[in-house]
T-cell receptor, first 113, second 114 residues
Framework: TQLLEQSPQFLSIQEGENLTVYCNSSSVFSSLQWYRQEPGEGPVLLVTVVTGGEVKKLKRLTFQFGDARKDSSLHITAAQPGDTGLYLCAGAFYAGNNRKLIWGLGTSLAVNP | ETGVTQSPTHLIKTRGQQVTLRCSSQSGHNTVSWYQQALGQGPQFIFQYYREEENGRGNFPPRFSGLQFPNYSSELNVNALELDDSALYLC?????????????FGPGTRLTVL
């Protein structure tokens, strides 16, 4: 059974602080995606990482894929209240010819002004 | 705006009833996936349709069924509703079945079972 553990589950910080969210598995993924979801809306894709060791930056967000493609991290620099939301990671793998996606439980981030 | 729409937005049903949820894919997308998301948790994969055929299913009982139409819109049907079926139901569409294809989510249907 493929499992994707995400931590921390909840995070409440002050504006301007830095934070890191982790996504870990014992399984290897062909790719890993990070999403952000706001209340009442569906998840919105932030980034897809494919290559082991890959680092991608999206403004103040830095995403890293582990060398073995089993884990990933999301680092936010100088967090702002607009970053508040549920951050989800999802790992993709193939079972036969079928592509499957498994999800972490999410990290609920609150950035207080 | 992702171009993926879902209806209805909210729905209240009672135990034992049946429900149909609808999803219109983004233009040009032939793959639709349905997810169940309980409050405070990540989405759980229900099933995926590619060109009108189911080509992947998660750990959901047969009373969860679906359809995809020639225009690639999709339905999720749930029979014999149970209290635990209360959740946000999300559909996501994408252009193919590749592992790196971006999928776009609709806003979801909030189902409450009383």
């Amino acid at each position: 059974t493929q499992l994707l553990e995400q931590s921390p589950q909840f995070l409440s910080i002050q504006e301007g602080e830095n934070l890191t969210v982790y996504c870990n598995s014992s399984s290897v993924f062909s790719s890993l995606q990070w999403y952000r979801q706001e209340p009442g809306e569906g998840p919105v894709l932030l980034v897809t990482v494919v290559t082991g060791g890959e680092v991608k930056k999206l403004k103040r967000l830095t995403f890293q894929f582990g060398d073995a493609r089993k884990d990933s991290s999301l680092h936010i620099t100088a967090a702002q209240p607009g970053d508040t939301g549920l951050y989800l990671c999802a790992g993709a793998f193939y079972a036969g010819n079928n592509r499957k996606l498994i999800w972490g439980l999410g990290t609920s981030l609150a950035v207080n002004p | 705006e992702t171009g993926v729409t879902q209806s209805p937005t909210h729905l209240i049903k009672t135990r034992g009833q049946q429900v149909t949820l609808r999803c219109s894919s983004q233009s040009g997308h032939n793959t639709v996936s349905w997810y169940q998301q309980a409050l405070g948790q990540g989405p759980q994969f229900i099933f995926q349709y590619y060109r009108e055929e189911e080509n992947g299913r998660g750990n959901f009982p047969p009373r969860f069924s679906g359809l995809q139409f020639p225009n690639y819109s999709s339905e999720l049907n749930v029979n014999a509703l149970e209290l635990d079926d209360s959740a946000l139901y999300l559909c996501a569409s994408r252009a193919g079945t590749s592992g790196t294809d971006t999928q776009y989510f609709g806003p979801g249907t909030r189902l409450t079972v009383l």
